[in-house]
């Protein structure tokens, strides 16, 4: 009986390995297959829809080299737009009502301390935008335009800003 169980506890203590090929094999395994697993997702990864050299198509090509910003030609004889026709295409929308804070058109007392700021301050604003509203600068009309809405929107609420001339000095020089 002694040697029945000194052979049981001795099958008891190995594994699932009992011969030198199934240890091969599982090295062999836990080794190549991991290998193999990763090459796979290497090509998976890496084997996306892309065009070979030199076989761009005309729309691939146009986006790679489509313009940065572009050119818009005005003609810079049109004639000059009065204050308040600037004023009803450009700031009416939000001074006539008074949207997002805006103080409306005629309103004596929201215009009142604006006015003290100035002419200049008042253009400013109008061409670099201020608060809600956005800059006028740059836009469909000419600074000096602009500046001519911002004096015709104060002289409404009381203000008595002359209105800008174009300067006679680049109409010589035209």
């Not at 190995?14 to 599982?26: A, D, E, F, R």
């Not at 000059?80 to 007392?109: N, R």
């Not at 006015?115 to 469909?140: R, V």
Request: one cysteine or more.
């Amino acid at each position: 009986m002694s040697d029945n169980s000194h052979d049981q506890a001795h099958e008891d203590h190995t594994g699932p390995v009992k011969t030198p090929k199934q240890m091969l094999m599982l090295s062999f395994a836990s080794f190549i297959i991991p290998v193999f697993i990763i090459i796979g997702l290497v090509y998976y990864v890496t084997s996306a829809n892309k065009t070979a050299p030199g076989s761009d198509t005309e729309r691939t090509v146009a986006e790679r080299i489509q313009k940065v910003g572009t050119v818009e030609i005005r003609d810079a004889n049109r004639p000059m737009k009065a204050g308040q026709e600037v004023y009803k295409a450009q700031c009416s929308a939000c001074h006539d009502v008074g949207a997002a804070g805006a103080p409306k058109f005629a309103d004596a007392g929201a215009w009142a301390p604006r006015i003290k700021t100035g002419y200049e301050a008042l253009l400013n604003s109008a061409l670099k935008g201020k608060n809600a509203m956005g800059a006028q600068g740059g836009g469909d009309y000419s600074d000096l335009e602009i500046g001519r809405a911002v004096v015709y929107l104060t002289s409404a609420a009381g203000g008595k800003f002359k209105e800008p001339e174009a300067p006679a000095a680049a109409a010589e020089k035209k």
